[in-house]
Each structure stands twice: as structure tokens, then as C-alpha cells.
């Protein structure tokens, strides 16, 4: 099985990675081919969708809102499982939900009228993906998700930079990925959405829009994620605090979830 994704299918999905292949501890890895991060899978071509398959997928999760959803459907094979797991739910709008929008072109106006602060917006946004009741929920299907072992599994939002940001971070981080290191993977969304967010940085100037607080959502900001890490030790303690007391997972099923993502090497 192929575990990278190729120059085409990233030509469509630049943000379509592997978590794998990262140090996870002295001696260990998180093993490659079995969860993927990505930007939402929309209008895939025949050839992009097979690629998935060629990976081994067998189920997405989708991490974004019923709106994000309906406007733009995901295109994956049939053969592919697409679980839902809606980090946001009712708490409705917030800095993911509109950088979200700047990476798919929706919504023009929500993004030319972004307030000032949006750093501390994205701050916010990122300790709701800890204490919100629906991110709780949302990631707690997510890992259960990696749990099965028949395939691969991707993971994604609209950008595949803010809410699953947080899921490839903290499952790389259980795995045994130190902070700095997952943060480091997490900040390199910046280079794979250049492209994509250049041109909605020109609309918002023309526009006269903040440009300032219009990047503050769209930069996968390393302190965004170092907050996060931060909020999440606060609640929980450690990352083992947040998988038991937060999404509710048993000794049992975290000693399952380590033997699927770690390899010895």
C-alpha cells in the first residue's frame, strides 16, 4: 500500500498528509499509513478519489458544521465510510468556522467583515475545542474512529488546519509525540494554503477589510495550538487526563489506541 499521497491528489488537497513517520519517544513512531490529516475532500476528481482508495482509506471523519456540509459535500468513493463528528454543533460561528469559509470561498462578506483581535478570537476557539460539549463529543468519535482496524482513516475540516489541527495534534501527542514537535507539524498548514489564501487576502484589502485580524484566523499560528496544550493541562492534567476525563476513554480502549498508531522502530 502506497502511504503517501501523490503530486496529483496534493495538487487538489495540498494539505493532505500523513501524521505518521514522526517521532513518538525514544524507540518509537507514529506509524505511517493509518490516519491522514486534510483541508474538506470537495470536488475530487475520479482520478484524486482514486488515490484515496490506493492509500487504503476506508472512512473520513468529517469534523466541520451541518452548513459547511450542505454547501460543499464531501466527493469520496462509496467505498469509503464518511462519519461526521461536527466539532462546533450549536455553539455556532466562530474563528475556525470563518477561516474555514476564507479557505473554501464562501461567505465573502462574514470574511471582509472580520472583526479587530482576531488572534484572541482564534485563542478562544482553540479552548473551546477542549470544554465544548460537541468538541468533546466530536473528537471522541474521531479517536474511537482510528480505533478500527480495517484501513486508513482522514481526518478533516474546510482548511484541515484549526479543528483538525487539534485532532492530529493531540493524537500525535498521545502517541508519545513531545508538544514541540506536534506543534511544529501542526504550522505547516502555512505552506501548503499559501495558494489558496492569497487571493482572499487581496478580496478583504479590496474590500477594506482588517487585513491583520483576516490572517490572525487564517495562520496556522503556533500559539493557537500552544494554548491549546496549555488549556487542555490545565482541565485534565495530562494528555491521558484529557482522554479519560475529556472523551471518555477507558485504560482498555487507550492501550488499543496505542497499539494501532505506534510502531516500535
Known amino acids: 500500500m502506497d502511504e503517501q499521497p501523490s503530486s496529483a491528489l496534493r495538487a487538489e488537497v495540498p494539505n493532505f498528509r500523513d501524521l505518521g513517520g514522526v517521532q513518538a519517544g525514544q524507540g518509537r513512531e507514529f506509524r505511517r499509513g493509518v490516519v491522514f490529516r486534510t483541508q474538506a475532500l470537495t470536488g475530487l476528481s475520479a482520478q484524486a478519489q482514486a488515490e484515496l482508495l490506493s492509500l487504503g482509506l476506508t472512512r473520513v471523519v468529517d469534523l466541520r458544521m451541518e452548513k ?32 474555514g469559509a476564507a479557505a473554501t470561498g464562501k461567505d465573502d462578506q462574514q470574511i471582509a467583515a472580520v472583526p479587530p483581535g482576531g488572534i484572541d478570537m482564534m485563542l478562544e476557539t482553540y479552548r473551546n475545542f477542549i470544554r465544548l460539549p460537541a468538541a468533546q463529543s466530536a473528537y471522541a468519535t474521531f479517536a474511537r474512529s482510528v480505533l478500527e482496524p480495517d484501513g486508513a482513516l482522514a481526518v478533516y475540516c474546510a482548511a484541515g488546519k484549526d ?8 493524537l500525535q501527542h498521545f502517541a508519545g ?14 505552506e501548503y ?61 487507550l492501550a488499543m489506541l496505542e497499539s494501532r498508531i505506534v510502531v516500535t522502530i
Open 68 to 99: 459547511e456540509r450542505t454547501e460543499l459535500p464531501v466527493t469520496v468513493p462509496a467505498q469509503i465510510q464518511v462519519i461526521v463528528a461536527d466539532v462546533i454543533g450549536s455553539a455556532g460561528s466562530t474563528g475556525a468556522a470563518t477561516a
Open 193 to 253: 494554503l499559501v495558494s489558496r489564501y492569497r487571493p482572499r487576502i487581496e478580496s478583504v484589502r479590496s474590500s477594506g477589510g482588517d487585513v491583520d485580524a483576516f490572517r490572525a484566523l487564517v495562520n496556522a499560528n503556533p500559539d493557537y495550538l500552544a494554548e491549546a496544550f496549555a488549556f487542555m493541562r490545565m482541565r485534565y492534567g495530562n494528555i491521558e487526563g484529557y482522554m479519560t476525563n475529556g472523551l471518555g476513554f477507558s485504560q482498555q480502549e
Open 177 to 190: 509525540v513531545d508538544e514541540a514537535t506536534a506543534i511544529d507539524e501542526y504550522a505547516k498548514s502555512n
Open 163 to 170: 479543528r483538525t489541527g487539534w485532532a492530529a495534534a493531540f
